[in-house]
C-alpha cells in the first residue's frame, strides 16, 4: 500500500515554559524563605526583581500575575503585620516559581480533527487542529495542540508555533449534574446514608460552593464524626476537583494553549488524549476526548468536552466498562446510542453502547490478536471514522519484541460488533530511526482524519517526536473488503 510520508515533525522543543509553584513541603522552609525576603530594603527588593523580570519577562507573557499567584499561595506564611509593596511581594512569589519544560522529552501519541472554523480555507482545503501528549521533567504529561491545513492537493501544512505557552483560568466554582456525581460515589464504594444526605440537599444541577454547604451543614447536623462519613466527605470533594472547567483567552493561539494537570488524580500526568469531533442526531457540534489521568498509582479515565478548544470541561467517566486505557468515542450515535471502544482486559479491543456518553457498561470484545505482529495486545488508535464500506478502524499492535505497529479493521456502520475486515499485515511500522526513542521500536497513534479520499494519519515515533503519513483510502478499504 502507498504511504505518503509528509515533510512535517513534530519535535520536543525545550524553550516553550509554563511558571509552576516551586513550594517546598515543610513550612519551617517557607518561613525562612520569606524571612529572607523581608530582611531586604526597598532598594535591594527593587533591585533583585529587576534582576528577574531581565531574565524571564521576555519568556512568558505576564509574569507578574503568575508571581502574585504563587506569592498569595505563601502569604499565610508571612510573618508580618505591615503592608507589603507590590514588589517584594512579586520577589516572594518568584523565590516559590520555578519554570517547567512542558515538552523537554517528548511531544508524541497525536490525535487529529477538523478545526472548528474553517472560515476563509480555500476549496478542498481543510483547517484542523492536533493534539499531542507534551511530556517533561518527571514524565508529567499535559495536552498540547497545533493547527494547520490539509491543502487540496494533500500536502499538510503546520501553523508556526509561538515559543509563549499559557495555562487556561481554572474556572473556581464549577458545575456537576447530581446523577452522574451519585453514580460515580456509588462505584467508589460509597452507597451509603451519608451520600444519600448530601446529595439529596442538592440540586439536579450545583456548583462546587454548593457541595461545601451541604457538606457543611452535614459536619454540623452529626453529633460525632465517624470515620464513614469523614472518608465520604473527603470523597466527594476529591470526585468535585476531578472535575473541573477550564477557559483561554480567544487571543491565544492555538500552540500556546496548553492543558496541564489540575487535580491530583491527574499529579503525574494526562495521557493519550483522542480528540473527536462528535455531530449530534440535530447536527449539534461537541469535540470530545478520552484521555488517561495518572497519579503515579492508579488510572482514571476522563472525558473532554470542548465546542471550540477554548472552553473546555472535564469529568470523570462512570460505569463498570470504565477501566483500563485507549477509550475512543464514535463520531455519532448508532441506532440512537453512543459507542465506545476500550480495552478492559489489556489485551483485545472491545465495544460497548450507551445513552449518556459519562456512563458506560456491558463492553463486548470484537477484536482479538490475530496476527503474529499483534499477537501479545491490541489496542485501538483513536476513534473510528466513517467511511461508505464502514467504521475505519485504527488498531495498534504489540508483537515479539514489544514492538508496535498500526493496523487498520472495518466495521459494520449499522451493526459495529461486526467485523468486515482486517490488515493481514501492518499498515504502518516503525523503520530507521523511528524506532529510537524513549520507547524504542514505537508507532502510535491517538486519531486520523480522513479529508475527501484520504487517510491522514498523525502517528508517534518511539514515544518521542511525532510525524505525518496519509494513505489513499480507495486502496486501504480494497484491502480491508477484499475487493
Request: charged share 25%; with cysteine; hydrophobic share 40%.
Amino acid at each position: 500500500m502507498r504511504l505518503r510520508r509528509h515533510d512535517v515533525d513534530l519535535l520536543p522543543e525545550s524553550s516553550r515554559v509554563i511558571i509552576r509553584p516551586f513550594i517546598p513541603g515543610d513550612t519551617q522552609r517557607i518561613t525562612t524563605i520569606i524571612g529572607r525576603a523581608l530582611a531586604l530594603s526597598e532598594e535591594e527588593v527593587a533591585r533583585e526583581l529587576a534582576g528577574v523580570k531581565s531574565e524571564f519577562d521576555s519568556r512568558h507573557f505576564d509574569i507578574d500575575s503568575l508571581l502574585l499567584q504563587h506569592f498569595n499561595k505563601v502569604v499565610s506564611h508571612v510573618f508580618t503585620q505591615r503592608n507589603l509593596s507590590r514588589e517584594r511581594q512579586l520577589l516572594i512569589g518568584a523565590l516559590f516559581s520555578g519554570e517547567y519544560a512542558l515538552e523537554s522529552a517528548a511531544l508524541f501519541n497525536p490525535s487529529i480533527v477538523p478545526h472548528p472554523d474553517q472560515t476563509g480555507v480555500e476549496e478542498g482545503a481543510l483547517r484542523f487542529v492536533m493534539s499531542l501528549r507534551a511530556t517533561g521533567e518527571g514524565h508529567i504529561s499535559s495536552i498540547e495542540f497545533r493547527s494547520g491545513r490539509i491543502h487540496a492537493d494533500g500536502g499538510i501544512h503546520l501553523d508556526p508555533v509561538s515559543r509563549f505557552v499559557t495555562i487556561p483560568e481554572v474556572m473556581p466554582n464549577p458545575s456537576y449534574r447530581k446523577e452522574s456525581f451519585r453514580t460515580k460515589l456509588v462505584e467508589m464504594g460509597f452507597d451509603n446514608e451519608w451520600t444519600t444526605e448530601l446529595l439529596d440537599a442538592l440540586e439536579d444541577d450545583f456548583t462546587r460552593n454548593d457541595l461545601r454547604r451541604s457538606i457543611k451543614t452535614l459536619r454540623n447536623g452529626s453529633t460525632s464524626i465517624s470515620r464513614d462519613l469523614q472518608r465520604t466527605l473527603e470523597c466527594a470533594l476529591w470526585l468535585a476537583d476531578s472535575n473541573y472547567e477550564l477557559r483561554f483567552s480567544e487571543k491565544l493561539a492555538i500552540s500556546e494553549r496548553i492543558i496541564f494537570p489540575v487535580s491530583a488524580n491527574e499529579s503525574n500526568g494526562i495521557e493519550d488524549a483522542r480528540f473527536v469531533r462528535f455531530v449530534e442526531e440535530d447536527g449539534s457540534v461537541m469535540y470530545y476526548a478520552t484521555y488517561t489521568a495518572y497519579n503515579g498509582r492508579a488510572i482514571l479515565p476522563q472525558l473532554i468536552e470542548t465546542p471550540d478548544f477554548l472552553r473546555f470541561r472535564v469529568l470523570t467517566l462512570n460505569g463498570r466498562a470504565v477501566q483500563n486505557k485507549g477509550m475512543a468515542l464514535f463520531p455519532r450515535r448508532i441506532q440512537g446510542n453512543y459507542a465506545m471502544l476500550s480495552r478492559q482486559d489489556d489485551e483485545n479491543v472491545l465495544i460497548m453502547f450507551a445513552n449518556d456518553p459519562h456512563h458506560w457498561s456491558e463492553p463486548e470484545i470484537v477484536l482479538r490478536p490475530a496476527e503474529m505482529w499483534e499477537s501479545v495486545k491490541i489496542g485501538n488508535c483513536g476513534s473510528p471514522m466513517e467511511t461508505e464500506a464502514g467504521w475505519l478502524v485504527l488498531t495498534h499492535g504489540v508483537g515479539p519484541m514489544r514492538k508496535y505497529c498500526i493496523g487498520a479493521a472495518l466495521l459494520d456502520l449499522e451493526d459495529p460488533t461486526r467485523v468486515i475486515g482486517r490488515l493481514k499485515r501492518p499498515l504502518l511500522s516503525p523503520e530507521g530511526n523511528e524506532r529510537e526513542g524513549y520507547v524504542p521500536n514505537v508507532v502510535y497513534s491517538c486519531g486520523g482524519l480522513i479529508h475527501g479520499r484520504t487517510l491522514v494519519l498523525p502517528y508517534a515515533m518511539s514515544d518521542k517526536a511525532s510525524a505525518i503519513v496519509s494513505v489513499p483510502l480507495d486502496d486501504l478499504l480494497a484491502e480491508l473488503t477484499g475487493s
